[in-house]
T-cell receptor, first 113, second 115 residues
Framework: AQSVTQLDSHVSVSEGTPVLLRCNYS??????LFWYVQHPNKGLQLLLK??????LVKGINGFEAEFKKSETSFHLTKPSAHMSDAAEYFC???????????FGAGTTVTVRA | NAGVTQTPKFQVLKTGQSMTLQCAQD?????MSWYRQDPGMGLRLIHY???????DQGEVPNGYNVSRSTTEDFPLRLLSAAPSQTSVYFC??????????????FGQGTRLTVV
């Protein structure tokens, strides 16, 4: 079985400051991990994925995430927030059955001018 | 290359009515799934398919039926709509080559309201 916990339901940052979205996972197997972004009234877009090749994963739009097995975490960061980053973000895990994805509850990011 | 296409985008149903949400993908993906999105709950898996002719239940299957007669299409049927089925529905597809790092591709969603 697998599960995901996103530790913050809402994060508010000022434009130009760092963003940190926290995600902890539970999986019986070596997991596949993803971050998706959903802009208002849109579908889900892949930001980045953990491929086990490197623990620090770079994604689109300046986002990156670090896989820490000892902490079972996969936190998402961006050094400088932009107004266009305002959206909902989902941490997702798949385990041995890679057709089944488990989603976190989501983190809504608000960016203040 | 359209990716994953869902229709309709919006729908209002009366309690007890039935309807089918359509989903089609043009990427020749083996895996297809339906999720529902409710505030504060992320996305929950309704039904999934690992190939044509093969379907199975996810976390929240009650009140929904699926079939998969072709690789491209995976319709979701609501048998007798209830207000609890008011939600946003997403269809997703995924390559099924046992490469466990392949990502899922999502449609734009169907916003369903049951009154």
């Amino acid at each position: 079985a697998q599960s995901v916990t996103q530790l913050d339901s809402h994060v508010s940052v000022s434009e130009g400051t760092p963003v940190l979205l926290r995600c902890n996972y539970s999986s019986s197997y070596s997991p596949s991990l993803f971050w998706y972004v959903q802009h208002p009234n849109k579908g889900l877009q892949l930001l980045l994925k953990y491929t086990s090749a490197a623990t620090l994963v770079k994604g689109i739009n300046g986002f990156e995430a670090e896989f820490k097995k000892s902490e079972t975490s996969f936190h998402l960061t961006k050094p400088s927030a932009h107004m266009s980053d305002a959206a909902e973000y989902f941490c997702v895990v798949s385990g041995s059955n890679d057709y089944k994805l488990s989603f976190g509850a989501g983190t809504t990011v608000t960016v203040r001018a | 290359n359209a990716g994953v296409t869902q229709t309709p985008k919006f729908q209002v149903l009366k309690t007890g009515q039935s309807m089918t949400l359509q989903c089609a993908q043009d990427m020749n993906h083996e895996y297809m799934s339906w999720y529902r999105q409710d505030p504060g709950m992320g996305l929950r898996l309704i039904h999934y398919s690992v190939g044509a002719g093969i379907t199975d239940q996810g976390e929240v299957p009650n009140g929904y039926n699926v079939s998969r007669s072709t690789t491209e299409d995976f319709p979701l049927r609501l048998l007798s709509a209830a207000p609890s089925q008011t939600s946003v529905y997403f269809c997703a597809s995924k390559r099924g080559d046992r490469g466990r790092n392949t990502e899922a591709f999502f449609g734009q969603g169907t916003r369903l309201t049951v009154v």
